[in-house]
């Protein structure tokens, strides 16, 4: 059964820089690509990075620039590096498969305050 766990989320003032984790399932890394996702209050499921099994990685417009995608060179963990955080990236910050359908872990909140 693929699992995905999500932590690292909090209070962070605007500005700061948080560090997001993603555990999964064993080889899920190697044969999806993935993605981090955040729903904010009042706003649809975004998708806002992604990367390959080879590394290559994109990211939203809003978030280009400021946050950062990334794997553990071994293992089932990936990163989320957010940086420059603003009030906007408030939500609920969630990793899976590029276009899943279904499977969500619990998530992790991210709070940034002005």
């Known amino acids: 059964q693929e699992q995905l766990v999500e932590s690292g989320g909090g209070l962070v003032q605007a500005g700061g820089s948080v560090t997001l984790t993603c555990a999964a399932s064993r080889n899920m890394f190697r044969l999806n690509v993935m993605g981090w996702y955040r729903h904010g209050p009042e706003k649809q499921r975004e998708l806002v990075a992604t990367?390959?099994?080879?590394?290559?990685?994109s990211y939203a417009d809003s978030v280009k620039g400021r946050f950062t995608i990334s794997r553990a060179d071994a293992g089932d963990t990936m990163y989320l590096h957010m940086n420059n955080l603003k009030p906007e990236d408030t939500a609920v910050y969630y990793c899976?498969?590029?276009?899943?359908?279904?499977?969500w872990g619990q998530g992790t909140q991210v709070t940034v305050s002005s």
């Open positions: 990367i390959t099994p080879v590394g290559s990685k």
């Open positions: 899976n498969k590029y276009r899943a359908n279904g499977g």
